[in-house]
């Protein structure tokens, strides 16, 4: 009614924490793989704020990750550089 958007995020039951947590963890799984073989990995698709979390890890590690692929199949991929 005002024109302004606005933005709700739902959190049911701690769900958000509990998927941040995951999230964390596989990309932690995922850099290990990275490190170890020197090949790139490639993560289950997953949505654009997922996405971010783990963006957002994978800099804090001192890799690098990129978004590939459309719509419902985009997912991340870490490498080493």
Known sequence: AT????????????HRDRRQSELKQLAEDALA????RR???HLE???AYERKIVHDFVADSGLISESEGEGKRRHV???AS
Not at 3 to 14: A, E, K, M, P
Not at 33 to 36: A, E, I, L, N, P
Request: glycine share 8%; hydrophobic share 35%; proline share 4%.
């Open 33 to 36: 793989k990275v490190q170890d």
């Open 77 to 79: 991929v870490i490498s």
């Open 3 to 14: 024109g302004d958007r606005t933005r709700l995020v739902l959190d049911i039951s701690g």
């Open 39 to 41: 090949e790139d990995v």
């Open 45 to 47: 698709p997953m949505s």
